[in-house]
């Protein structure tokens, strides 16, 4: 077998990847890590992190992932700071390209995660995890009594609107639409909470901020109105998007079995997918929990599905 030929590929350096590395490695498979264009994964654009057990007094998500990184580093885990463009399952040992490098693996262990869909303006990326995030369960608690915008119109932007008023003084939503997509049950139940205000026919411009003493705040956006294109500023402290997440699979189309919105598909209760040694983990598999915890969790069932399954 060839330089490029390991036991154990893992495609994705988020808490599923590095805890999937951290099994194999300490089962002696030796694995190697595609850490992909974002190294370390979702957490490392925020910044505090108090949910991850462990760390009593929270750790910011960069340092989190590095720690990660290095607990699997010393049991013989690689990175590999390349994105996999192309995969053959077809045949094992199997095949994983990165543009025109060849690797191959006796098994393979996907964590390529989901990417929360954001506006792609500038100043949101400029206030990520400083106000700015896009994920209510994760940071809703630091917004106690503050005033926060949801930007969606559908069931994950009312589930995350009416979860904030247990933290917020006051929620907004806003939506590009006149009329929501939300199913009733969930509308209703956002219609019905007096802390949320909805918004409609606006979308938003910018991102407002400041910066004192190096630390950067959001303040608040600027909506444009989406009939008369007027505009106007919000005052506001948190901004949370709620426009859908993209599940990192376009390279697995027609090779592995997905949902109809490219969530990867497992066999319930294992990290199984529909090819035998190739296994799935974390929130590229998951559209409920989405939780560091969680994705690790599933990391470690997929190390031991592999393990498991290599011996078999
Ligand atoms: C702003 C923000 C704040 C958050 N805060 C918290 C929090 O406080 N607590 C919490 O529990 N959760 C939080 N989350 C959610 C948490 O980050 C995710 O649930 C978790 O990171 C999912 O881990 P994962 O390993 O499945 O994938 P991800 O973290 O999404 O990592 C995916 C990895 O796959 C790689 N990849 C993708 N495609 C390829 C490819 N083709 N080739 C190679 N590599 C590839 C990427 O580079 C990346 O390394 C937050 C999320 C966001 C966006």
Redesign the pocket.
């Known amino acids: 077998m060839s330089d490029n030929h390991h036991k154990v590929i893992i495609?994705?350096?988020?808490?599923?990847?590095f805890t999937a590395a951290l099994y194999t490695g300490r089962a002696n498979l030796n694995p190697v890590i595609?850490?992909?264009?974002?190294?370390?994964?979702?957490?490392t654009?925020?910044t505090e992190?108090?949910?991850?057990p462990g760390f009593e007094n929270g750790i910011q998500?960069p340092a989190l992932m590095d720690v990660m990184r290095k607990q699997a580093e010393r049991f013989g885990a690689k990175s590999i700071y390349k994105?996999?463009t192309e995969v053959d399952f077809s045949k094992r040992p199997f095949t994983i390209k990165s543009y025109d490098e060849v690797y191959t693996a006796d098994a393979v262990i996907i964590?390529?995660?989901?990417s929360?869909k954001l506006l792609g303006i500038e100043s949101e990326s400029k206030y990520?995890?400083y106000g700015v995030?896009?994920?209510a369960t994760?940071?809703g608690f630091f917004f106690k009594n503050q005033k926060v915008i949801v930007v969606g119109g559908g069931d994950t932007a009312m589930e995350e609107a009416n979860f904030l008023t247990k933290f917020a003084s006051e929620v907004i939503v806003i939506h590009r639409r006149d009329e929501f997509r939300a199913s009733k049950i969930m509308f209703d139940r956002v219609l019905k909470n007096p802390k949320v205000k909805l918004v409609t026919s606006k979308i938003i411009k910018e991102v407002l901020g400041k910066e004192e003493n190096g630390r950067k705040t959001m303040t608040g956006v600027i909506l444009e109105d989406t009939k008369d294109h007027s505009i106007q500023e919000l005052q506001a402290d948190g901004l949370f998007m709620a426009i859908g997440h993209k599940p990192?699979t376009d390279?697995f189309k027609n090779i592995l079995d997905m949902d109809e919105t490219g969530y990867l598909k497992v066999k319930p209760g294992t990290t199984h997918t529909n090819i035998d040694g190739v296994f799935a983990a974390?929130?590229?598999t998951d559209k409920v929990y989405?939780?560091?915890?969680t994705?690790a969790g599933s990391?470690c069932m997929a190390a031991i599905d592999a393990e498991r399954w290599l011996e078999m």
């Open positions: 495609i994705g350096s988020g808490p599923a990847g595609f850490e992909g264009m974002q190294p370390g994964g979702q957490l654009i925020t992190v108090e949910n991850f998500g994105e996999v964590s390529t995660g989901a929360a990520m995890g995030s896009a994920c994760c940071d990192n390279i974390g929130d590229v989405r939780q560091a915890i994705a990391g």
